[in-house]
C-alpha cells in the first residue's frame, strides 16, 4: 500500500509555521505581512480561489488586500491598480487572478507587477531566478510538490525524475526544480513518443499534462513516487486527476490524491513567497527557505 502524500496535512503544519513566523517578526516588523489578491470581472471558479486565498491568510495572520475591478475596467485602470500595490508598503506580494476577461492581455499586466511582490513567482525574472539558482518566489504549485516530497522522506539526487507537462506554470519550473535537487529529469509533452515507455523509467513520476485520468498502472514502474498535479471536475460532481488512483496505488511507494494533494499545497506555498517577501523587506532573517526550493 502506498504513502499518501497528504497535501492537507502538510499545509496545516506549514501554516502553523507560517503563524509563528509572523508572529515572531510582528515586533521588528511592525507591521503583519499583506497580500493583495487582484480579481477582474466575475468568473464564478475564481470567486472561489480568491476566497480560499483570503481565508488561508487570515489563518496565519496575513492581512488581505484584495480589489475588485469590473469585468469592464480598461487595462490601463489595471495597470494602475498594479502600479499602486506596487508602492504600496503594506503590501508583500501581489497575485493577479486568472483568468482575466478576454478583453485584457495579461502578459503586460503580470510583468508590470514587482518581481519582488510577485507572489505566484511567475514574473520572467523569478522564473530566471529559479533557472540560475538564485533566491526569489518560486512557482507556487512545483515549491508545493517540492514541499510534499520533501517531508515524506523522498531522497532525490541520482533518481530518475519524469514530469509530464512542459507548461510554464507547473511542468518547466517543476523539472528545473527536480534538477536543482539532482534528480536526472526527463520532461515529456503531447509530443512526446511512447509515454507509457518513458514515464515507466521514473523513480518519481510528477504528472500535470491537465488530462483527466490519463496515467494508469501501465505507466509507473512499481514502487515509483506518484504526484497527480491535475485538478478536473467531474460531470458527476468532484474532482479527479490526471492519474487513475485506484489503479496506480497499489503499484506506487507513494501517491499525492486528487482532491488533498497538490492543491492545499499551491495556496500554502502563495503564502510562504508572500511571507518570504515580508521577511525579505522588513529585514528579518526569513526562517521559511527551506521551502522554496
Ligand atoms: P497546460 O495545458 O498549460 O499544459 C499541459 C501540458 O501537458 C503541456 O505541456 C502539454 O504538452 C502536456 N500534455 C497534454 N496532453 C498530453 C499527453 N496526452 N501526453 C503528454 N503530455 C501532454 O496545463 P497546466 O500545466 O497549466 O496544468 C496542468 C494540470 O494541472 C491541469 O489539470 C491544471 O488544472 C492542473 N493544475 C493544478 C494546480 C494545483 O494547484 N493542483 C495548479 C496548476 C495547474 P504540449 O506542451 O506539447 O502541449
Not at 188 to 217: E, N
Request: aromatic share 2%; proline share 8%; with cysteine.
Amino acid at each position: 500500500m502506498a504513502t499518501l502524500l497528504d497535501g492537507r496535512q502538510l499545509a496545516a503544519q506549514i501554516e502553523t509555521r507560517l503563524a509563528g513566523a509572523i508572529a515572531a517578526g510582528l515586533s521588528t516588523a511592525r507591521r503583519p505581512p499583506g497580500l493583495a489578491v487582484l480579481r477582474v470581472g466575475d468568473d464564478p471558479a475564481s470567486g472561489v480561489y480568491v476566497a480560499n486565498k483570503e481565508r488561508a491568510c487570515s489563518r496565519v495572520g496575513i492581512t488581505s488586500h484584495g480589489a475588485h475591478l469590473a469585468a469592464a475596467t480598461p487595462a490601463a485602470e489595471v495597470l494602475a491598480t498594479i502600479e499602486r500595490l506596487n508602492a504600496d508598503p503594506a503590501v508583500d506580494g501581489i497575485l493577479l487572478q486568472l483568468p482575466l476577461p478576454a478583453e485584457l492581455d495579461e502578459g503586460p499586466l503580470l510583468a508590470a507587477i514587482d518581481p519582488g511582490k510577485d507572489a505566484d513567482g511567475l514574473h520572467t525574472l523569478n522564473l530566471g531566478r529559479l533557472l540560475k539558482g538564485e533566491p526569489g518566489p518560486r512557482s507556487c504549485t512545483p515549491a508545493g510538490v517540492m514541499a510534499l516530497l520533501g517531508a515524506a522522506g523522498v531522497a532525490l539526487a541520482g533518481k530518475r525524475a519524469v514530469v509530464v507537462g512542459r507548461s510554464i506554470l507547473v511542468g518547466q519550473p517543476m523539472a528545473l526544480m527536480l534538477q536543482a535537487a539532482n534528480a536526472t529529469v526527463t520532461v515529456a509533452h503531447s509530443r512526446t513518443q511512447d509515454l507509457a515507455a518513458v514515464t515507466r523509467t521514473a523513480d518519481v513520476l510528477v504528472v500535470a499534462a491537465g488530462r483527466p485520468h490519463m496515467i494508469g498502472a501501465e505507466h509507473v514502474k512499481p514502487g515509483a513516487v506518484v504526484v497527480d498535479v491535475g485538478i478536473h471536475r467531474k460531470p458527476e460532481g468532484g474532482l479527479c486527476g490526471d492519474v487513475r488512483f485506484d489503479e496506480v496505488e497499489p503499484i506506487a511507494s507513494a501517491i499525492s490524491p486528487v482532491p488533498g494533494g497538490v492543491g492545499p499545497m499551491t495556496v500554502t506555498l502563495l503564502l510562504v513567497n508572500t511571507v518570504s517577501s515580508w521577511c525579505h523587506r522588513c529585514g528579518l532573517a526569513n526562517p521559511l527557505a527551506d521551502l522554496l526550493p
